[in-house]
């Protein structure tokens, strides 16, 4: 089992639609979550964190952690064009480690 | 606006040439990490630093080693180039403590080794 897993994609969704986002992590301990978007060519940029379970909103974006299930998510309400880019997940591991996903290439269909 | 700066955004290199790879930060950041990037393995950690002339392994530093003279620079260098390190190398910087896994990347370095 990978450390940290994600869906490869690509998952496209129409414009407008909510696009959801996931993620799963082997660590039972880990603590901390991490959501970075990379466009096409460029560096990964951090979007949103999550410490605890439930929900964090930020704009269109929505965060949610179950540490019970040990999975991560990502939500875009009312996704654009723009926010077509490759997400990446990473966990702070109980170990101290960051461990990235493979991410999750995301494609909003005007 | 903070920055983390690759010196070089491609290279060509020939199999067994020493590669450097600089990266700059003006962030004042304790930590600095070096990550390769290949399509469906994700970021994998090489090496990082947590302080000047600290450097500890990643989880594939096989190949390459690290030199960090000055807290605002971090290096990391092939000492000979084999084709298997042909691949996208990211740095990135983070504050020690709790912004410490906050991490902050350069605009990356796309190497070719032929």
């Known amino acids: 089992q990978k450390e940290v897993e994600q869906n490869s994609g690509p998952l496209s969704v129409p414009e407008g639609a909510i696009a959801s986002l996931n993620c799963t992590y082997s660590d039972r301990g880990s603590q901390s979550f991490f959501w970075y978007r990379q466009y096409s060519g460029k560096s990964p940029e951090l979007i949103m964190s999550i410490y605890s379970n439930g929900d964090k909103e930020d704009g269109r974006f929505t965060a949610q952690l179950n540490k019970a299930s040990q999975y991560v998510s990502l939500l875009i309400r009312d996704s654009q064009p723009s926010d077509s880019a490759t997400y990446l997940c990473?966990?702070?591991?109980?170990?101290?480690?960051?461990?990235f996903g493979q991410g999750t290439e995301l494609s909003v269909k005007p | 606006d903070v920055k983390v700066t690759q010196s070089s955004r491609y290279l060509v290199k020939r199999t067994g040439e020493k590669v450097f790879l600089e990266c700059v930060q003006d962030?004042?950041?304790?930590?600095m990490f070096w990550y390769r990037q290949d399509p469906g393995l994700g970021l994998r950690l090489i090496y990082f630093s947590y302080d000047v002339k600290m450097k500890e392994k990643g989880d594939i530093p096989e190949g390459y080693s690290v030199s960090r003279e000055k807290k605002e620079r971090f290096s990391l260098i092939l000492e000979s180039a084999s084709t298997n390190q042909t691949s996208m190398y990211l740095c990135?910087?983070?504050?020690?403590?709790?912004?410490?896994?906050?991490?902050?990347f350069g605009a990356g370095s796309r190497l070719t080794v032929l």
């Open positions: 990473a966990v702070l591991q109980s170990t101290g480690k960051l461990i």
């Open positions: 962030m004042d950041h304790e930590n």
């Open positions: 990135a910087s983070s504050w020690r403590g709790s912004g410490a896994n906050v991490l902050t």
